[in-house]
């Protein structure tokens, strides 16, 4: 199976993508860039391994009607709202991330309560949402 050394080859490769970046541009390069691609456009190397298209999360803002979804995105990335990729749900990457934990208002003014890297991850995409 040819996944295996590609997964392994972009995890390796991570870390010079990430030289300097911010902790959520880091983040992101190293747990959503293998999908979603370097630029958050849904092209990334893994992408077409997988039985749906990948979306293009600079547009998640104008889906939105011009607000970024920041509680929706929080909760995709750490696992409370599954999302379908492969075949299976996107990986729950809460899990796995740390940074402490963070607290942001929901959308209903209820408190979401997630970890600081999977917060982190959210801002960074927020500030490459398309105009």
Not at 1 to 7: F, Q
Not at 94 to 103: D, E, F, I, K, P
């Given at each position: 199976?040819?996944?295996?050394?590609?997964?392994l080859a972009l995890t390796l490769a991570a870390p010079a993508f990430a030289q300097d970046a911010a902790p959520g541009q880091e983040l992101y390069l190293s747990r959503c860039a293998a999908c979603h691609g370097v630029g958050a456009?849904?092209?990334?190397?893994?992408?077409?391994?997988l039985t749906?298209?990948?979306?293009d999360l600079t547009m998640l803002a104008a889906r939105n009607g011009g607000l970024f979804p920041r509680a929706e995105v929080v909760r995709t990335i750490d696992g409370r709202q599954m999302l379908v990729g492969h075949g299976g749900p996107m990986p729950v990457f809460?899990?796995?991330?740390?940074?402490?934990?963070?607290?942001?208002d929901g959308p209903d003014g209820s408190v979401i309560e997630t970890?600081?890297?999977v917060l982190e991850i959210a801002r960074y995409l927020e500030g490459l949402q398309a105009e």
């Open positions: 199976m040819r996944l295996a050394p590609t997964v456009t849904g092209d990334g190397p893994m992408a077409g391994l749906i298209p990948v979306p809460g899990r796995m991330l740390g940074g402490g934990s963070a607290v942001i970890k600081g890297d």
